[in-house]
T-cell receptor, first 114, second 113 residues
Framework: ETGVTQTPRHLVMGMTNKKSLKCEQHLGHNAMYWYKQSAKKPLELMFV???????ENNSVPSRFSPECPNSSHLFLHLHTLQPEDSALYLC?????????????FGPGTRLTVL | AQSVTQLGSHVSVSEGALVLLRCNYS??????LFWYVQYPNQGLQLLLKYTTGATLVKGINGFEAEFKKSETSFHLTKPSAHMSDAAEYFC???????????FGSGTRLQVQP
C-alpha cells in the first residue's frame, strides 16, 4: 500500500449505531487530519494531530471522537450521528515540521446516516 | 487568519479552449498556496504549489498558476482543455507555522466536446 488509505470506502449507518472510520498513511508523516466534505459546502477541517497529539479541534460535536494511536494511523469513532452528518470524510497527512504543509489525501469514506 | 475565495462555482469550457480558474486569498503572513483537483469519488490530489521563489508555478497535467502578490491572486490556467480535466478544483492557503490548510469552496470544471 502506498500513500493514504481509508476504510471503509462506503458506510451506511443508523442514528443509533456506533462505527469507526480508519485512516492509514504510508508516507512517514507526523501530522494527520480529518476533513468533512458536504455537498455545496467548503471543505471543513475537523481535527489535526501532530506526533499523535491533537492540536486542533474545530468545534466538532462530541458524537465524533478521533483517536490517533501512532503517527501512521488515525481513527474517527462515530456514535449517535444525525442525518446531516452524511458526507465524504477525508483523511490527510503531512510532514509535521516546516510550514510548507503539503497535504496528501486519502480517497475518503462516503458516510450515509439514515 | 487566512481565507480563500474562488470566483465561479462552475466553469464550462470547450475541449481545446483555455482553462482559467480564479483564486484570491487573504493572509496576514507570506502565504503558501496550493491547487488541488478532485475527481468523482476520489480524494484530493495536489496539482501544484507555490512556496517561495518563481511566481509562475508549473504542475501536473499541463496546469500552471501565477502568484501575484499585488493582486493577492493565484489563478490556475491550462492552455488547452482536455475531457479528462473535468473535475472539481480547490485552491488552498497555508500561512507560516499553521498546520492546516484553508480551502476555497471549489470550482467544478466542465469540458464540452
Amino acid at each position: 500500500e502506498t500513500g493514504v488509505t481509508q476504510t471503509p470506502r462506503h458506510l451506511v449507518m443508523g442514528m443509533t449505531n456506533k462505527k469507526s472510520l480508519k485512516c492509514e498513511q504510508h508516507l512517514g508523516h507526523n501530522a494527520m487530519y480529518w476533513y468533512k466534505q458536504s455537498a455545496k459546502k467548503p471543505l471543513e477541517l475537523m481535527f489535526v494531530y501532530n506526533f499523535k497529539e491533537q492540536t486542533e479541534n474545530n468545534s466538532v460535536p462530541s458524537r465524533f471522537s478521533p483517536e490517533c494511536p501512532n503517527s501512521s494511523h488515525l481513527f474517527l469513532h462515530l456514535h449517535t450521528l444525525q442525518p446531516e452528518d452524511s458526507a465524504l470524510y477525508l483523511c490527510a497527512s503531512s510532514q509535521a515540521s516546516g510550514s510548507m504543509n503539503e497535504q496528501f489525501f486519502g480517497p475518503g469514506t462516503r458516510l450515509t446516516v439514515l | 487568519a487566512q481565507s480563500v475565495t474562488q470566483l465561479g462555482s462552475h466553469v464550462s469550457v470547450s475541449e481545446g479552449a483555455l482553462v482559467l480558474l480564479r483564486c484570491n486569498y487573504s493572509s496576514s503572513v507570506p502565504p503558501y498556496l496550493f491547487w488541488y483537483v478532485q475527481y468523482p469519488n476520489q480524494g484530493l490530489q495536489l496539482l501544484l504549489k507555490y512556496t517561495t521563489g518563481a511566481t509562475l508555478v508549473k504542475g501536473i497535467n499541463g496546469f500552471e498558476a501565477e502568484f501575484k502578490k499585488s493582486e493577492t491572486s493565484f489563478h490556475l490556467t491550462k492552455p488547452s482543455a482536455h475531457m479528462s480535466d473535468a473535475a472539481e478544483y480547490f485552491c488552498a492557503v497555508s500561512g507560516t507555522g499553521r498546520r492546516a490548510l484553508t480551502f476555497g469552496s471549489g470550482t467544478r470544471l466542465q469540458v464540452q466536446p
